[in-house]
């Protein structure tokens, strides 16, 4: 039992429960808030954001067996907080698909900023799906009643997932701030909306690249503690409430274009729409290229 640290193991099961259970709360607010407002949007995009909905919440279930698990029907066995349960692979490996689907549709808004050019978007998702690949991997290997132990000779494919994470986030950032900062005119409201999709694109690639950095040097310095896994399930939040915030943001970003700087309620962490349009002033003077999607707000 004196080899037992509770801090470590089941600690970090509570608090990554209280924390990733506020995180679902929170998408679960913007996914109801993205449904009431995607009235003109097209039907496959209704259907990837349910689905990602559907797969946060089952995210969440495997987390709550984790602590469940830990804290209920394994209480007071101590030698239990040293082997594996099979939710917390289950949870790893949903986490990684939900990575996906969202790194997918970024890459789509890439794709097409780009005049959809492969060469200059493939790099995104051939990581994402190399990070998907590696973690499928690792999480395989994760049979359920294993020791910490058998975590070493899986970490290979634990550390390809790392680097790939990394990878697709900082090419994803790299790449929508060199396309916006390209779509720049001598037009202020433009250039406003633009700098804000700039800014937080690179605190949204900072912080999912942090969150991996971390999931990684705690892997390495406490291979037998759940602490890496905290890291690794936050990850998949962060990048679903990206993806929720940019679409629901279109309306504040389209009135700082038309002038209304002032309604801009929370920044966009990406681009939210498929298409680019083209503007007119209060004269009806040509503006040039406009990223936000034009329809009108239900």
């Known amino acids: 039992m004196s080899s037992v640290h509770l801090d470590g193991t ?25 449904f009431h407002r995607s009235g003109g949007d097209p039907v496959h995009l209704k259907i ?76 995104i998702i051939l990581c994402s799906l ?11 290997k994760l049979e359920p009643a294993e020791p910490f132990a058998f975590l070493h000779p899986s970490s290979d494919a634990f550390y390809a997932t790392i680097a790939f994470s990394i990878a697709a986030d900082i090419l994803l950032a790299v790449s929508q701030v060199a396309l916006l ?4 005119s001598e037009f202020s ?11 937080i694109s690179i605190n949204t690639g900072l912080l999912s690249t942090f969150c991996a950095i971390l999931m990684c040097i705690s892997y390495v310095a406490l291979p037998n503690t759940f602490v890496w896994a905290a890291f690794d399930v936050m990850l998949p939040k962060l990048l679903l409430n990206a993806l929720l915030s940019s679409l629901n943001q279109r309306k504040e ?14 920044p966009l962490s990406a681009l939210p729409s498929s298409t680019a349009t083209t503007g007119h002033d209060d004269k009806g003077q040509h503006l040039g290229p406009v990223l936000i999607e034009a329809r009108s707000e239900p």
Request: with cysteine; aromatic share 14%.
């Open 10 to 34: 089941l600690g970090v099961i509570q608090i990554a429960s209280m924390v990733t259970s506020v995180a679902y709360g929170i998408t679960t607010l913007q996914s109801y808030t993205y």
């Open 48 to 123: 990837v954001i349910g689905l990602l909905w559907v797969l946060d919440t089952l995210h969440q279930c495997f987390l709550c067996h984790v602590a469940y698990s830990y804290s209920v029907t394994n209480y007071g066995n101590w030698v239990a907080l040293t082997w594996e349960t099979w939710s917390v692979a289950a949870a790893l490996i949903v986490g990684t698909i939900m990575n996906l689907i969202v790194r997918s549709f970024f890459y789509s808004q890439v794709w097409k900023l780009s005049g959809k050019r492969w060469l200059l978007a493939s790099p």
């Open 130 to 140: 190399g990070e998907c690949v590696a973690m499928l991997d690792f999480g395989e």
């Open 181 to 184: 900062w390209s779509h720049r």
């Open 189 to 199: 409201r433009i250039n406003s909306a633009i700098r804000i999709m700039v800014t």
């Open 253 to 266: 970003l389209r009135e700082i274009v038309n002038g209304n700087i002032n309604q801009l309620s929370f």
